[in-house]
């Protein structure tokens, strides 16, 4: 029998109540598709902080590279707002993700027909869309040198180099190949030298993929296009910050940031955790939707683990727990059969996949 060893970070906030969810869920669908999954819990973030004095510890850092996969729930939370950035718990995530070296972000976007009236958005708007964020997720302005906070005056640096554009391209265009075939990549270079670069390297390595098409958006109108007509993306490849808002910004045509998931993958390892925060104004009331856990979990076993079957066993599961009714307090405005909690939805969820 397989046996992996996945590294699970809970965090801050509604984190331990969504990643307790998701590793039941993990536990039937190992039993059911024949692999056996052991824990090992890490800290980081704000309660790293509490107890180390710093978000992102060497255990933590170190520890996780000897498992299989890590999986992650949420950081942050008012406490720590007030700390210097090293001491943040974001500090921590972010070098995570660097100690990881995973510098694909990807996050896709599907609208489940049963939530189709979740979205903010008209149905005949968002009916179908399948887009996937490819986000570069250790460089560019999150990383970049110089960056200071003075007295009068404040700077960041938005740095990229020609390989780091050029395996996140790389990424995105071997995924576009197994999807729609289309890449939009996402830029700003009317204004910037950075973005100029970017579309430069981002055409040299389109010439390997003749099978799939290119087209270049500044970001200020991928922005309004996602909202426009969201139905013409497959592919969307960007830098770090602009994925990040255009993620938030793409979640909403799904109808709650608390169903997306994302995997984030490099050479090596493979971290996954949903998109959104820890919401600490909701943690402990059992409200909070793990279907965005959940659903990276799969993302876990369907890229890292390959056990292809056992991801889409969940997502099955999760299409039908929809289906039929159960919906957390995010969405649950929208043909609720029965509201349910945090507890319940990991639990139906864990059973339906039993049932797959
Ligand atoms: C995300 C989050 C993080 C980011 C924060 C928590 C550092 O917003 O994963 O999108 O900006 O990458
Ligand atoms: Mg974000």
């Not at 700003?188 to 040299?204: G, H, I, P, T, Y």
């Not at 402990?284 to 066993?313: D, F, H, V």
């Amino acid at each position: 029998m397989k046996k992996y060893k996945i590294a699970i970070i809970k965090g801050d906030g509604i984190g331990p109540e969504i990643v307790d969810e998701t590793i039941k869920v993990l536990d039937s669908v190992s039993t059911k598709h024949g692999f056996s999954l052991s824990y090992k819990e890490y800290l980081l973030g704000g309660e790293a902080y509490d107890v180390y004095g710093d978000p992102a510890p060497e255990e933590t850092l170190e520890g996780v590279k000897n498992t299989d996969a890590v999986l992650f729930g949420a950081i942050g939370g008012e406490k720590w707002d007030t700390l210097p950035r090293d001491k943040r718990p974001e500090t921590g995530l972010l070098k995570l993700r660097k100690a990881l070296g995973v510098y694909a972000n990807l996050r896709p976007v599907t609208v489940y027909d049963e939530l189709i009236n979740a979205s903010t958005l008209k149905p005949n708007v968002i009916k179908g869309v399948d887009l996937l964020v490819v986000r570069e997720l250790i460089g560019g302005i999150y990383f970049g040198e110089p960056r200071a906070l003075e007295e009068d005056r404040a700077y960041n640096t938005m740095v990229y180099s020609r390989d780091e554009i050029k395996r996140i391209a790389k990424k995105a265009f071997e995924i576009a190949k197994q999807r729609r075939g289309k890449v939009t990549s996402v830029d700003k270079a009317n204004v910037l030298e950075v973005s100029q670069l970017w579309r430069e390297v981002v055409e040299e390595v389109a010439k390997d993929y003749s099978d799939v098409t290119l087209e270049h958006m500044y970001v200020d109108n991928a922005a309004m296009q996602i909202i426009r007509d969201p139905k013409q993306f497959d592919v969307i490849l960007t830098s770090n910050i602009f994925g990040d808002i255009l993620s938030d910004e793409a979640s909403m045509l799904s109808g709650s940031i608390g169903l997306l998931p994302s995997a984030s993958i490099g050479d090596r390892y493979g971290l996954y955790e949903p998109i959104h925060g820890s919401a600490p104004d909701i943690a402990g009331q059992g409200i909070a939707n793990p279907i965005a856990t959940i659903a990276s979990a799969a993302m876990m076993l369907r890229y890292q683990l390959k056990e292809e079957k056992a991801a889409n066993c969940i997502e099955n599961a999760i299409k039908k727990v929809l289906k039929d009714g159960y919906r957390t307090k995010d969405i649950s405005s929208f043909d609720a059969k029965e509201i349910v909690t945090t507890y319940e939805m990991g639990s139906l969820i864990a059973q339906y996949v039993s049932k797959e």
